[in-house]
């Protein structure tokens, strides 16, 4: 065992394990095996909107068929009525009509997998087509309607197309996959080095087929590809663009034209007119909102793509030539069986309507929400507990829900300091149902002075919707939030918020402030919160993008602090570590600069609870951290994509309280933050005081040591299975009885030398209404200091050298530096930091 893995496990034993064993939660549609799943799960699979999300025509052009609210729906052209085809048991989308009008294919999510079903548009019939556990999506027939292509992870997990025959008993025969399992031995970081393929279109006469493939490319989800629409057919690429999933091209039926989704040099997706060669792309809808899965009406004179310029998805319809737009507008539903309306009213104590989120369950597992709600679904779940993953909307205090007869569960919540609620309600047909909600508070933090704040937000980041200050201000509020960083920031080629300035936002009221911020991207260093800049967004806002312009592993982030400082921004280390790095495994890559810049005195906060596969191995590193003597107070943020209808919690999932008075003023939370007055949770609400002393103070004892009093605090909506103690790195379990939601105790501690306290607590599984791997919360550290000894660690000091030498050795084999000044200026910035640790292990 190598000595680092050794330390490793030593340090685990000490923190009391490495946090829960049995992960019950899994992530939807774990059959997938694709890297960073929180992009394609959002921008490709077809999530749950309450607007429509694709659309087709029939073959005579008069009717569309489109998804809506995870149903599929009928439309004659022109009218303002909709007629639903299908209701559940699963979720349905991405029909295609067949060329002769008798079948629909579609998508449909149920039994943990997406299979392909067929449907009788004129009895409603509908039939398995393809049923076998893998993620089949984006079907589309053959001119001559004998075959489809489709997208599909049936085999190895990964994005290839394939075709089948359709035969007229409606099974699939002869399915072949028409793309090459091609190891790239390219450095993707967004993406598997196996190249991926999907969203195909037939050309007119079914011989050949254009799709998305990033074969021979690094970033994007891939450039446009013509092959045969055979097996072992040679790919030849017609056009290099970086797409980010949402291409969606569709040949026209004259075979001349090619429409697609594109954000060409712009941050958001517009639909795009190219030669089925690939060739001079022009624009053909323009602005700042997102158009995306375009299709050819036959005649070819019309596109029907959605739309998100009014923030939900919404079906249009484009002249061409001519380029009048047109809603289609489903203004009255017809619905295949009966239903009746739900009344949700969501009440403070003293009667007056609240924000909050809302979550309606039916019999069959689906989530159902009001038709103008932004609808949300949970990216993990537990399949013992629920069939499809937990769903959700914000409500301002009332709401309509239209649904079929049955019973429901509701579920209200507004936050980790709000009591949660939860009611079977009956709903009957053709009656209106009312359910009134009273949520009163768990504890009284904000009136003795504490805030909470998500630290992480992304209000647009290539979702299904388009977001707001708005929109996010009244997401916060549902949440129960004081305060949203919206961290400015590129996904690959473009930043979709780059058009807001730094600073606080009009939208902020007296009691929501949203401040608009940067996260710094980097594939190299790590990622940094760049909180309080007075002036711009740094720009590129990345670097160590190989094969770019920015490929080089400078600026580093030390640059990047010294930068962002210099603007009088706050400065933390997000999302830091999904596993505990070990400086001596070198089968693993370890790049991350976070010892560098907290050596060097660049990091004002850590990211204690962020978007990482286990909050335990960010707080080891931490905890070493500390032992040496550092610092550095919890933050939290949950990385949330406020504009995905898919993502793992909703803005506040992840947040950090902070102690600092009435007053709501970013800068006097951002001071109290870098003072250590905090704490971070996704549910339990701690508070801890050591001998008297606050959060972030310190305790001083004399040279022979003494005993503490901790005095510890724990309310929380779910049952905590571990509250604990933790003292320079040792754990000690504070007993919980009753319904373990609730501790007021002091506990006594002996201490021998100089170090830090903290109180975290923790579950060993997942817990509704918390949406994160599972409940967790811990307190920044209450400082102690014995005699005129500095807190010191030997074995964690050695640690980080031996951490700083993998950087080196990666930055000394690095070929993208872009002079010599630059790799030698970085080398010397590695050894600094160096020589602080070596300091720290001779003390």
Same mark, same amino acid.
């Given at each position: 065992?190598?000595?680092?893995?050794?330390?490793?496990?030593?340090?685990?034993?000490?923190?009391?394990?490495?946090?829960?064993?049995?992960?019950?939660?899994?992530?939807?549609?774990?059959?997938?095996?694709?890297?960073?799943?929180?992009?394609?799960?959002?921008?490709?699979?077809?999530?749950?909107?309450?607007?429509?999300?694709?659309?087709?025509?029939?073959?005579?052009?008069?009717?569309?068929?489109?998804?809506?609210?995870?149903?599929?729906?009928?439309?004659?052209?022109?009218?303002?009525?909709?007629?639903?085809?299908?209701?559940?048991?699963?979720?349905?989308?991405?029909?295609?009509?067949?060329?002769?009008?008798?079948?629909?294919?579609?998508?449909?999510?149920?039994?943990?997998?997406?299979?392909?079903?067929?449907?009788?548009?004129?009895?409603?019939?509908?039939?398995?087509?393809?049923?076998?556990?893998?993620?089949?999506? $984006?079907?589309?027939?053959?001119?001559?309607?004998?075959?489809?292509?489709?997208?599909?992870?049936?085999? $190895?997990?990964?994005?290839?197309?394939?075709?089948?025959?359709?035969?007229?008993?409606?099974?699939?025969?002869?399915?072949?996959?028409?793309?090459?399992?091609?190891?790239?031995?390219?450095?993707?970081?967004?993406?598997?080095?196996?190249?991926?393929?999907?969203?195909?279109?037939?050309?007119?006469?079914?011989?050949?087929?254009?799709?998305?493939?990033?074969?021979?490319?690094?970033?994007?989800?891939?450039?446009?590809?013509?092959?045969? !629409? /055979?097996?072992?057919?040679?790919?030849?690429?017609?056009?290099?663009?970086?797409?980010?999933?949402?291409?969606?091209?569709?040949?026209?039926?004259?075979?001349?034209?090619?429409?697609?989704?594109?954000?060409?040099?712009?941050?958001?997706?517009?639909?795009?007119?190219?030669?089925?060669?690939?060739?001079?792309?022009?624009?053909?809808?323009?602005?700042?909102?997102?158009?995306?899965?375009?299709?050819?009406?036959?005649?070819?004179?019309?596109?029907?793509?959605?739309?998100?310029?009014?923030?939900?998805?919404?079906?249009?319809?484009?002249?061409?030539?001519?380029? =009048?737009?047109?809603?289609?507008?489903?203004?009255?539903?017809?619905?295949?069986?009966?239903?009746?309306?739900?009344?949700?009213?969501?009440?403070?104590? *003293?009667?007056?309507?609240?924000?909050?989120?809302?979550?309606?369950?039916?019999?069959?597992? =689906?989530?159902?929400?009001?038709?103008?709600?932004?609808?949300?679904?949970?990216?993990?779940?537990? +399949?013992?507990?629920?069939?499809?993953?937990?769903?959700?909307?914000?409500?301002?205090?009332?709401?309509?829900?239209?649904?079929?007869?049955?019973?429901?569960?509701?579920?209200?919540? *507004?936050?980790?300091?709000?009591?949660?609620?939860?009611?079977?309600?009956?709903?009957? %047909?053709?009656?209106?149902?009312?359910?009134?909600?009273?949520?009163?508070?768990?504890?009284?933090?904000?009136?003795?002075?504490?805030?909470?704040?998500?630290?992480?937000?992304?209000?647009?980041?290539?979702?299904?919707?388009?977001?707001?200050?708005?929109?996010? @201000?009244?997401?916060?509020?549902?949440?129960?939030?004081?305060?949203?960083?919206?961290?400015?920031?590129?996904?690959?080629?473009?930043?979709?918020?780059?058009?807001?300035?730094?600073?606080?936002?009009?939208?902020?009221?007296?009691?929501?402030?949203?401040?608009?911020?940067?996260?710094?991207?980097?594939?190299?260093?790590?990622?940094?919160?760049?909180?309080?800049?007075?002036?711009?967004?740094?720009?590129?806002?990345?670097?160590?993008?190989?094969?770019? !312009?920015?490929?080089?592993?400078?600026?580093?982030?030390?640059?990047?602090?010294?930068?962002?400082?210099?603007?009088?921004?706050?400065?933390?280390?997000?999302?830091?570590?999904?596993?505990?790095?070990?400086?001596?495994?070198?089968?693993?890559?370890?790049?991350?600069?976070?010892?560098?810049?907290?050596?060097?005195?660049?990091?004002?906060?850590?990211?204690?609870?962020?978007?990482?596969?286990?909050?335990?191995?960010?707080?080891?590193?931490?905890? +070493?951290?500390?032992?040496?003597?550092?610092?550095?107070?919890?933050?939290?943020?949950?990385?949330?994509?406020?504009?995905?209808?898919?993502?793992?919690?909703?803005?506040?999932?992840?947040?950090?309280?902070?102690?600092?008075?009435?007053?709501?003023?970013?800068?006097?939370?951002?001071?109290?933050?870098?003072?250590?007055?905090?704490?971070?949770?996704?549910?339990?609400?701690?508070?801890?005081?050591?001998?008297?002393?606050?959060?972030?103070?310190?305790?001083?004892?004399?040279?022979?040591?003494?005993?503490?009093?901790?005095?510890?605090?724990? +309310?929380?909506?779910?049952?905590?299975?571990?509250?604990?103690?933790?003292?320079?790195?040792?754990?000690?379990?504070?007993?919980?009885?009753?319904?373990?939601?609730?501790?007021?105790?002091?506990?006594?501690?002996?201490?021998? /030398?100089?170090?830090?306290?903290?109180?975290? @607590?923790?579950?060993?599984? %997942?817990?509704?209404?918390?949406?994160?791997?599972?409940?967790?919360?811990?307190?920044?550290?209450?400082?102690?200091?014995?005699?005129?000894?500095?807190?010191?660690?030997?074995?964690?000091?050695?640690?980080?050298?031996?951490?700083?030498?993998?950087? /080196?050795? %990666?930055?000394?084999?690095?070929?993208?530096?872009?002079?010599?000044? $630059?790799? *030698?200026?970085?080398?010397?910035?590695?050894?600094?930091?160096? @020589?602080?640790?070596?300091? +720290?292990?001779?003390?």
């Amino acid at each position: 065992m190598s000595p680092g893995r050794a330390a490793a496990l030593a340090l685990g034993v000490l923190l009391g394990g490495a946090g829960p064993l049995a992960a019950q939660r899994a992530p939807v549609l774990q059959q997938i095996k694709v890297r960073h799943p929180y992009y394609y799960r959002e921008m490709f699979i077809p999530q749950v909107t309450s607007g429509p999300s694709s659309a087709a025509w029939s073959p005579d052009g008069r009717e569309l068929v489109y998804s809506m609210q995870g149903s599929l729906w009928r439309q004659l052209v022109g009218s303002t009525e909709a007629r639903q085809l299908t209701d559940g048991p699963g979720y349905d989308y991405q029909p295609d009509w067949s060329p002769d009008g008798r079948r629909i294919v579609y998508a449909s999510y149920r039994d943990d997998a997406i299979e392909l079903r067929l449907l009788d548009p004129s009895t409603g019939a509908s039939t398995a087509l393809l049923r076998d556990g893998a993620v089949n999506l $984006e079907p589309r027939w053959s001119p001559d309607g004998s075959r489809i292509a489709f997208t599909s992870t049936r085999y $190895e997990g990964r994005w290839h197309v394939f075709t089948a025959a359709v035969t007229a008993a409606g099974r699939a025969e002869r399915i072949e996959r028409m793309s090459e399992d091609h190891e790239s031995g390219l450095p993707r970081y967004y993406y598997n080095t196996v190249d991926q393929y999907l969203s195909p279109t037939w050309s007119p006469d079914g011989r050949e087929l254009i799709v998305i493939s990033n074969r021979g490319h690094i970033w994007g989800a891939g450039t446009f590809w013509r092959m045969p !629409a /055979r097996a072992g057919g040679t790919p030849r690429e017609i056009r290099d663009e970086e797409t980010n999933w949402k291409a969606r091209p569709d040949w026209s039926r004259d075979g001349r034209r090619v429409v697609y989704s594109s954000y060409l040099g712009r941050q958001w997706n517009q639909l795009w007119l190219m030669t089925a060669d690939g060739a001079n792309p022009l624009q053909l809808t323009y602005g700042d909102f997102d158009a995306t899965a375009p299709r050819w009406s036959p005649d070819g004179r019309r596109i029907a793509y959605v739309s998100n310029a009014g923030g939900n998805t919404s079906l249009w319809i484009v002249d061409v030539p001519g380029g =009048r737009r047109t809603p289609v507008r489903a203004d009255r539903r017809v619905y295949r069986s009966p239903v009746g309306r739900l009344h949700v009213a969501v009440l403070d104590p *003293r009667g007056r309507a609240l924000a909050a989120r809302v979550s309606v369950t039916g019999p069959d597992g =689906r989530g159902f929400a009001p038709d103008s709600a932004w609808r949300h679904a949970d990216d993990g779940f537990d +399949r013992r507990e629920r069939r499809f993953e937990y769903g959700y909307f914000h409500t301002s205090g009332h709401d309509v829900l239209t649904l079929p007869a049955g019973q429901y569960e509701l579920e209200i919540s *507004r936050g980790p300091a709000t009591r949660v609620e939860h009611r079977t309600v009956a709903v009957r %047909a053709g009656t209106d149902t009312v359910a009134q909600f009273t949520l009163r508070p768990l504890g009284d933090l904000a009136a003795r002075g504490w805030l909470s704040a998500d630290l992480h937000v992304h209000m647009n980041y290539g979702g299904a919707y388009r977001n707001t200050p708005r929109r996010l @201000a009244s997401q916060a509020r549902a949440e129960d939030l004081a305060l949203v960083e919206n961290l400015i920031v590129n996904k690959e080629g473009r930043i979709p918020d780059i058009g807001y300035p730094v600073g606080r936002d009009p939208a902020s009221t007296a009691t929501t402030l949203i401040v608009h911020d940067q996260e710094f991207h980097t594939s190299v260093w790590g990622h940094l919160g760049l909180l309080g800049l007075r002036d711009h967004v740094l720009l590129p806002g990345y670097a160590g993008y190989a094969g770019t !312009a920015a490929a080089s592993l400078a600026p580093t982030n030390a640059d990047v602090a010294d930068l962002g400082r210099a603007e009088g921004a706050v400065i933390g280390y997000v999302h830091p570590f999904d596993s505990d790095p070990d400086p001596a495994d070198t089968t693993r890559p370890l790049t991350a600069e976070f010892p560098v810049d907290v050596a060097l005195g660049k990091v004002d906060y850590y990211e204690a609870l962020g978007f990482v596969d286990d909050p335990m191995a960010t707080a080891h590193v931490w905890y +070493r951290i500390l032992n040496c003597g550092f610092r550095l107070p919890a933050g939290a943020g949950t990385d949330a994509m406020a504009n995905f209808a898919s993502l793992r919690g909703p803005v506040g999932m992840n947040r950090v309280y902070v102690h600092t008075g009435a007053l709501l003023s970013q800068r006097r939370l951002l001071d109290s933050l870098r003072a250590g007055r905090s704490f971070a949770t996704n549910g339990p609400l701690l508070e801890l005081s050591v001998n008297g002393a606050a959060l972030g103070d310190e305790v001083r004892l004399p040279a022979s040591g003494g005993e503490v009093a901790a005095r510890v605090r724990l +309310r929380s909506n779910v049952p905590v299975d571990h509250l604990e103690l933790v003292v320079n790195g040792a754990v000690r379990e504070i007993p919980l009885a009753g319904d373990q939601r609730s501790a007021d105790t002091t506990v006594r501690v002996p201490i021998e /030398r100089s170090g830090w306290v903290l109180l975290r @607590a923790r579950t060993d599984r %997942a817990v509704y209404p918390v949406l994160d791997l599972y409940p967790y919360a811990t307190t920044s550290p209450v400082y102690v200091t014995v005699g005129t000894r500095p807190a010191r660690s030997k074995a964690d000091a050695e640690y980080f050298v031996a951490w700083i030498d993998r950087l /080196r050795a %990666a930055a000394e084999a690095s070929r993208d530096w872009n002079s010599a000044d $630059e790799r *030698r200026a970085v080398l010397d910035t590695l050894a600094k930091a160096r @020589a602080e640790f070596e300091r +720290r292990a001779k003390e």
